[in-house]
């Protein structure tokens, strides 16, 4: 049931803890808005000089009114403003300024990060890390359980950050006061409010008069045109070609009711989330539609409540609304002095700000949220032991330096990609960051919840391979054997003039695959050492030549032995003076008057058959001539 004002009623304040000091209560001005902070106005009275009135800041205060019929409304806040503002009528003035206690979070700035954790979960896991357990959950949808993957609150305070996520996510609270406390609702549909109770009827005033039944006597209605339609669009890299548009629509009757209002990014990565915030978008602007505003002394009227208006001449206002906002004053009877036991009330008043009871509330989406100014750089985290963390897509993981947390590991960030200077399907060039190198980070849209690894910077920890200044002509690349170090793979350039080098190092092996041709040209000279191993030369298929125009061919096997071997095929040998064989003393030697052979001894055998034809002469001389 709604609570009476008949009979003014009386009124009381108490401060907890007490901070020994004597305040009485003069007058209240208490402003309620849905998802947002209210603000308590408090005058009190003192007969005598109040001490420190920094012994009040952080009190919490409670106002009681006790109606004429025994029921009690009560106001509780938290302390956060003392003013003194001088003497009146023999007392000392003070106004206290009472706020809720979600309204301290906006006395707390941070950096941090949250992983995996839907909107919900991170607004009430702030709540509870900064001691604020006085909360209950009506919620009826799920548009604040998307999950989200990486969510950063960067440089705004804890209230913003979480009233942001609730603009976003369809969430929104209002409060409702006990002796000694308050609570905090969490709401996002209709059906998470209850009525005052019975129907409240508007009365026409004259004058200043005031009836004694809880009424309504001011009632403005406040049409606008809005659009009818949200459109969002997002990008998922893990699916490139899925089309992510969403659409919510609420088009109105009158023209230009289905105006369109598109956004990107939404930001979400299926159509089923940003179908969620599309309709949290567009309830967002719907419920702005139709605001009706009146003045009443119904002391249950308060915002998240709900009231059926009665008895209005126009008919079509009869009916049940959700109040968004309130502004309620009420005081002492005039003249009255709370410090001599006169605390009845004169006059307790409303300004109502409503919607139709069955329209969705939805936060204006005003609450900024954080544009990263620029790049940022971070150092490559991830598990432990490990010197390269990295998935499927060669992301990673980075650790901020305004991250406060001690987390160090593949825990530090979200999975982060890595800018490529060139990316295409099976094609494109690939490195890695590893742990402990210092990446430089850059923001998608400029969200903090969307970083991008742009590149690698040295550090005086991470320093460059060649000393600088001293080889500011040097670039190139060069890598580090894993696990462990103590190798490397490198393609360095030295531009220094008439020192200009290529150098190429391979730790390990060193293959070079040619599909056509290859064709490499000396100006000068060659040189190629194998130190411990093989060499093997391959033509599978075709011919092999080697020229040389002018100077000497020369082939030295110190150790070992020579064989040519053609399995089919002949082998010519050809020269323009002499082609000599030699072993020792021995030797065959073939030259333009003829083929000579010396040796120690020279045997000739025929396994079938031996002719010998000397054309015009042969000569046989020995001391011995021997034919069998």
């Known amino acids: 049931m709604s609570e009476s004002s008949g009979g003014g009623g009386e009124i009381t304040l108490k401060v907890s803890p007490d901070p020994g000091m ?16 209210f603000d308590a106005q408090l005058d009190i009275t003192s007969d005598t000089r109040s001490g420190d009135l920094s012994k009040l800041l952080g009190c919490t205060a409670t106002v009681t009114i006790r109606n004429s019929d025994g029921s009690k409304r009560y106001f509780n806040g938290v302390i956060v403003r003392a003013i003194y503002s001088g003497m009146a009528a023999g007392a000392y003035r003070y106004r206290l300024e009472l706020r809720p ?58 209230l913003d950050f979480v009233t942001r996520l609730m603009e976003k996510y369809g969430i929104y609270y209002y409060t409702t006061h006990q002796d000694g406390r308050h609570i905090i609702t969490f709401a996002d549909d209709p059906n998470s409010h209850t009525s005052v109770g ?13 009836q004694l039944e809880d009424y309504v006597w001011e009632w403005s209605a406040d049409l606008l045109l809005q659009p009818g339609k949200v ?57 702005q539609r139709e605001i009706v505003r009146g003045t009443t002394n119904a002391r ?6 709900k009231f059926t208006l009665s008895e209005n001449p126009d008919t079509s206002q009869n009916r049940e609304y959700l109040v968004i906002a309130t502004t309620t004053s009420f005081a002492l009877q005039e003249g009255r002095a709370a410090s001599r036991g006169d605390t009845r009330l004169d006059q307790y008043v409303s300004s109502v700000t409503a919607i139709p009871g069955d329209t ?89 919840d969307r970083p991008i690894v742009t590149g690698c910077v040295y550090n005086a920890s991470n320093t460059n391979a ?3 200044p001293g080889n500011k002509t040097r670039s190139g690349f060069r890598t580090n054997s894993s696990p462990g170090g103590g190798g490397y793979n490198e393609l360095r350039f030295e531009d220094k003039k008439g020192e200009e080098e290529v150098y190429l190092q391979a730790q390990y092996d060193f293959n070079v695959k040619v599909l056509n041709n290859h064709t490499t040209k000396v100006t000068k000279d060659r040189t190629t050492t194998i130190e411990q191993g093989n060499e093997s030369l391959t033509v599978s298929q075709g011919n092999r030549s080697v020229t040389v125009s002018q100077g000497n061919d020369s082939h030295t096997v110190s150790t070992g032995n020579h064989t040519l071997s053609i399995d089919a ?8 003076q002499s082609i000599t064989l030699k072993v020792g003393g021995n030797s065959i030697v073939i030259d333009t008057s003829g083929v000579t052979i010396n040796g120690t001894k020279i045997g000739l055998t025929a396994s079938a058959s031996m002719s010998a034809n000397g054309g015009t002469s042969m000569t046989l001389q020995a001391a011995a001539i021997s034919i069998n």
């Open 300 to 305: 249950g009227v308060t915002a998240g409540s």
């Open 101 to 158: 206690s979600i309204w301290l979070l906006s006395r707390r700035r941070d950096c941090q990060i949250f992983q995996n954790k839907s909107a919900w979960d991170i607004i009430t896991g702030v709540l509870r890390t900064e001691g604020l357990t006085d909360f209950q959950d009506k919620r009826q949808s799920q548009s604040g359980d998307i999950q989200l993957e990486y969510c950063v609150q960067f440089e705004e305070t804890l």
């Open 360 to 448: 969705p509330f939805r936060l204006p989406q005003i609450t900024p949220w954080p544009r990263m100014r620029g790049p940022q750089t971070a150092k490559v985290a991830g598990e432990a032991g490990q010197e390269i963390t990295t998935d499927k897509y060669a992301r990673i993981k980075v650790k901020f330096p305004w991250d406060r947390t001690a987390v160090q590991d593949e825990n530090a960030s979200c999975w982060i990609r890595v800018s490529q200077p060139w990316a295409g399907t099976g094609f494109g060039a690939m490195v890695i960051p590893r742990i402990g190198q210092e990446v430089v980070v850059d923001f998608l849209d400029g969200s903090p």
């Open 569 to 576: 095929g002949s082998s010519t040998i050809s020269a323009a």
């Open 231 to 287: 459109a969002l669009r997002d990008y998922n890299f893990e699916t490139p070609a899925a089309d992510l548009t969403t659409q919510s629509l609420q088009p109105a009757s009158h023209p230009h009711g289905d105006a369109e209002m598109y956004d990107y990014p939404g930001p979400y990565g299926n159509t089923g989330d940003g179908q969620k915030l599309a309709t949290v978008r567009m309830q967002s602007l719907a419920a």
């Open 198 to 210: 019975k129907a409240i009827p508007y009365r026409f005033q004259q004058g200043d008069v005031r």
């Open 466 to 468: 060649d000393a600088m």
């Open 22 to 37: 004597t305040l009485n209560f003069s007058g209240m001005t208490l402003t309620e808005e849905l998802g947002r902070p």
